[in-house]
């Protein structure tokens, strides 16, 4: 009898296990390299915003000109750190220490902001633990500006350790360098390389290969540029760059709140013969450094063959000319899937006048089933404002937020991006990432043989005007109003690898306003036209080790996409105030491969640090291997297990048990899992 209980209770838990335990590198850390490529306008304000979930003692420092000041970031509050005047890099093709050096006794956010009337742009720091040696540059063409001389695409890169030397392979003949050529600088810690194209129309520096023996920090940005490049007004951009070894295959992307007519992105491949699709269908394939560039109206699902750098730009105002000319270009990375993290603390800068306020957003990309869960400031975000994508497990809404900290919490890792709007201003940078190394740790994946054939259609219905009201728990009341136009039938088929029908492009506006009874409120206001009947099918077919076949049907409907108003209670804030420590707690997020052959990966989130000990087990109760007394850290952790046990003896196929236990000396939490190993 005892045996048996001993079979039922390992049965019933989860796995992970690993002779290491490793923490996912992500966008906090406890040390930056940070560089300011040159404004348009020389004045131009350089800051820093530092946040944190600890309180934490921290120290900024630039060589030149002398800036040294220690700064106290208390948890889930920011921080503002004013730069000297002079703190940005001005002369191309040079070597400088006009850069900053933050350092933290815990880790830390640091998100940069470049400001001035018109041409301001923010972006996201990432710590020196997260960066790497391979960098492909994304910046964006000179076209309008007004003055060729001074505005440019441009990049400045950062070095971490003495003795870093840097490789450059430009696509465009710039100062003394022909395009195609390699040359080399040398870069000792904390100095900046830092090359501008001039301004002339159709230079750009996207696509520069950047390559060093030590991690360095890179940096992408534009003086001025005009998005598309034959709209007005040039503005700003600066996005602090991933290096290639952390782009992914999965994105979703939704469009910006209060703009029209789709927002422009860029796709940027690091392998060759990359497959890009939207929604499931092909809509280009490029090399490795090639780039493709395309306005895309309303949110969806990228999927890609090899890994690539996906980044999102805000129209000029001319584009969609929107009222009182509210908007203008930044650009903005967006973080893969595969490097969501599950809580951020940000900052939503004011970027305005004293005339106008800075309308501030949040896009969040949540899993479907976690939508529930999501909270800004402790506050839920009503579930009904999500909009469920036709393609992956993912929900969409955008929310409206007043100018300060916020802090946005889920059960499930999900994505923020945050951006703002003012006259003829912007910004725009993502909250947060991980940035797990694909390229030195791979990922094996397990091959089948799929054929799928999907059927889907659309059809239109007659001409008229819809309005309801709704009232959810007596709480929000929802006015929604609905257009519909009916047009011919579209049809148009074609024969490439599968058979698919064209799509026209469907345009959709979405603006919604809860108007709330309590401190919750948005409006909605949708308008879909050229509605059609659309059939599309399709039929994929890849190669694995298993012929299984699949006939799948769907019914699709047109996706919405709210504006959605989201004022959340006003936090309290007292500068010496100390939050409440969080109570100890494990929560699997789950391992890759499973089933493994050579070794898997295990990811786990802690809610606050704790002692980890770690044990694996056959079914039949042996200890197979074990670690004890390992550091965990709050929030996402890793370990990779090799498949051998304590003898370093690779193990036979079957189903393994483990056991993670965490103890912080007030709580002790148990976790049970298992895998399966396949010879």
């Not at 992105?265 to 490795?288: H, M, P, Q, V």
């Not at 709007?421 to 993502?430: A, L, V």
């Not at 044990?615 to 996402?636: D, H, M, P, R």
Request: charged share 15%; aromatic share 12%.
């Amino acid at each position: 009898m005892q045996i048996y209980v001993k079979y039922i209770f390992l049965f019933i838990i989860a796995v992970f296990f690993s002779e290491n335990l490793l923490s996912i590198p992500y966008s906090s850390g406890k040390k930056f390299y940070i560089a300011f490529p040159s404004n348009y306008y020389p004045d131009a304000e350089k800051k820093l915003y530092i946040t944190s979930n600890i309180t934490s003692t921290v120290n900024v420092y630039m060589p030149s000109p002398i800036f040294n000041n220690n700064y106290t970031v208390y948890a889930y509050q920011t921080t503002e750190v004013n730069l000297p005047q002079n703190s940005e890099l001005k002369v191309s093709d040079s070597l400088s220490y006009t850069t900053i050096r933050v350092t933290s006794d815990n880790d830390i956010a640091v998100y940069g902001i470049n400001k001035r009337l018109t041409v301001t742009d923010a972006f996201l720091a990432l710590p020196v633990e997260s960066l790497g040696t391979e960098y492909i540059i994304q910046s964006y063409p000179s076209s309008l500006t007004e003055n060729p001389s001074t505005g440019g695409s441009q990049f400045a890169v950062v070095g971490t350790k003495d003795n870093t030397y840097v490789t450059i392979t430009l696509p465009i003949n710039t100062g003394p360098y022909f395009a195609g050529v390699p040359y080399s600088v040398t870069l000792q810690t904390g100095q900046a390389y830092y090359l501008k194209a001039t301004g002339l129309p159709g230079n750009d520096l996207s696509g520069t290969k950047i390559s060093s023996n030590y991690p360095v920090a890179v940096f992408g940005s534009h003086q001025c540029a005009n998005v598309p490049d034959n709209e007005l007004f040039c503005d700003y951009l600066i996005e602090q760059l991933p290096p290639v070894t952390s782009w992914g295959k999965e994105f979703i992307i939704v469009p910006l709140a209060g703009r029209k007519n789709g927002d422009t992105y860029r796709f940027l491949a690091s392998e060759d013969n990359c497959d890009i699709y939207l929604d499931g269908l092909k809509i280009t394939t490029l090399n490795k450094n090639e780039i493709y560039e395309a306005i895309i109206d309303g949110p969806g699902y990228i999927s890609s063959t090899g890994r690539i750098l996906l980044t999102q730009y805000a129209n000029g105002v001319s584009y969609d000319n929107p009222t009182n000319d509210i908007g203008d270009p930044f650009m903005m990375i967006i973080p893969p899937v595969e490097q969501f993290l599950s809580s951020y603390t940000i900052y939503s800068p004011d970027i305005g006048t004293p005339v106008t306020l800075t309308s501030n957003f949040l896009n969040l990309i949540v899993n479907k089933s976690d939508k529930s869960n999501i909270k800004v400031d402790a506050t839920p975000v009503p579930s009904f404002i999500f909009t469920d994508l036709s393609y992956g497990d993912f929900s969409v809404a955008r929310v409206s937020v007043n100018t300060g900290t916020h802090n946005i919490t889920g059960e499930l890792p999900f994505l923020v991006l945050v951006y703002g709007f003012n006259w003829r201003e912007s910004y725009g940078y993502p909250a947060g990432t991980a940035l797990y190394d694909f390229v030195s740790s791979p990922t094996p994946t397990i091959t089948n043989t799929i054929t799928a054939t999907i059927t889907k259609t659309l059809t239109p219905t007659k001409t008229s005007t819809i309005t309801k009201t709704m009232t959810y728990d007596n709480t929000f009341t929802i006015t929604e109003t609905l257009t519909i136009t009916k047009t011919p039938s579209i049809t148009k088929t074609q024969t490439e690898e599968f058979t698919k029908t064209n799509t026209p492009t469907i345009t959709r506006t979405l603006t919604k306003t809860i108007t709330p009874t309590n401190s919750i409120t948005a409006t909605i206001t949708l308008t879909i036209t050229n509605t059609f009947t659309i059939t599309i099918t399709q039929t994929i077919t890849k190669t694995l080790t298993e012929t299984p076949t699949f006939t799948i049907t769907e019914s699709a409907t047109l996706t919405m996409t709210p504006s959605i108003t989201h004022t959340p209670l006003p936090p309290t804030v007292t500068m010496t105030q100390t939050p409440s420590e969080p109570e100890l707690e494990i929560k699997i997020t789950g391992n890759f491969p499973n089933p493994f052959n050579k070794g898997t990966f295990i990811v786990f989130w802690l809610s606050k640090e704790a002692e980890i000990d770690l044990k694996i087990f056959t079914v039949s109760g042996e200890i197979v291997n074990e670690k004890a007394k390992l550091n965990g850290i709050y929030g996402i952790n890793k370990f990779y297990w090799d498949g051998k046990n304590k003898f370093n003896r690779e193990v036979a196929s079957g189903v393994f048990i483990y056991k993670i236990r965490a103890n912080d000396e007030k709580k002790e939490v148990i976790k049970w899992g298992k895998l399966i190993c396949v010879r």
